[in-house]
């Protein structure tokens, strides 16, 4: 570990906010991933700007992660700084109809915010686990609802220290994708626009879509949600499940018998488990219907 470098990150964020040699696996949903060799958890955007500046310095490469619900880390973790944007940075502010909040403001948190505040259009985003910078940066979508139906604007730290506000025009949002995926972009904070409803219909709408998800969701495991994107035409799940591939197993990584589109850390899966899966996934789905499956998850280090 460079004595000099982390001596620069402690005097960013403070040592406390300061982690080497930091185990993956406990910051992803996963619950996967060998070391990263710096852990960092900013509270303004001028810390993540800093840090970002000592990076580029020192050619340290840097990765930004809000609760890591859409990644996947390496056994050999990753050579560099994880920058972690979440519980320092969540504040949730409701303006008439208006929710402006931080991009480490977990998607949960903002619905429970537009409920309490009678504003109705997010309820589809309840019961995604993640937070609102990666919900941006991936247009992230459930039970026909998009981030790119409610998002106003969105407040980035550009690639050369910038700050800017872009409207949801200008993120250029797609399925699964944006701007700021393919930019050197980060997600400071974002506003969403709603319209007035009634609460009750709205807590109703959401409880109706937990149980949905209960339901039909191998919740009970770690995993990274929806493993694959939607293949235009298909259901990633369908193609899987007709692959015959309910509840096959790659050491430890299994593709979930309750839903097809997931694959599940069943205890002790590696990543090389659950990469050796997904290729086998691709391979058989193709084989047998022609159709290439591009994973909805995030590699973080070398595979």
């Known amino acids: 570990m460079n004595r000099e470098v982390s001596s620069r990150f402690c005097g960013i964020v403070g040592s406390d906010n300061v982690y080497f040699e930091e185990p993956m696996k406990k910051h992803t949903t996963f619950r996967i ?3 990263a060799d710096y852990y960092l958890c900013p509270h303004t955007p001028e810390e993540i700007r800093e840090i970002i500046q000592v990076c580029r310095e020192e050619q340290i490469p840097w990765f930004v992660i809000g609760n890591g619900s859409n990644l996947l880390v390496s056994d050999s973790g990753y050579r560099g700084a994880v920058i972690q944007i979440y519980r320092n940075f969540s504040r949730v502010v409701c303006e008439e109809t208006v929710i402006r909040a931080q991009a480490g403001a977990l998607l949960s948190q903002i619905a429970a915010q537009a409920q309490k505040s009678s504003l109705t259009g997010f309820e589809f985003a309840a019961g995604i686990p993640g937070t609102l910078g990666g919900a941006v940066t991936m247009n992230a979508g459930a039970y026909g609802g998009e981030m790119k139906d409610v998002l106003k604007s969105a407040t980035v730290l550009t690639g050369d220290g910038q700050i800017r506000r872009l409207s949801a025009e200008e993120l250029k949002l797609g399925y699964r994708t944006s701007i700021i995926k393919s930019g050197e972009y980060t997600v400071l904070e974002a506003e969403i626009g709603l319209e007035r409803g009634d609460e009750e219909k709205i807590r109703s709408r959401m409880e109706e879509l937990r149980e949905q998800r209960k339901t039909k969701q191998p919740l009970e495991y770690p995993s990274a949600g929806s493993t694959f994107k939607r293949p235009e035409g298909y259901f990633a799940g369908k193609l899987i499940m007709d692959a015959g591939l309910r509840g096959f197993c790659v050491g430890g990584a299994q593709v979930s018998e309750k839903h097809c589109g997931f694959v599940i ?22 084989e047998q219907f022609g159709v290439k499956l591009e994973p909805e998850v995030r590699f973080l280090g070398e595979f």
Do not use: M
């Open 265 to 286: 850390n069943t205890g002790d899966a590696t990543a090389a488990d659950v990469v050796g899966l997904i290729r086998e996934i691709q391979r058989r789905v193709e």
């Open 33 to 35: 991933g060998g070391a």
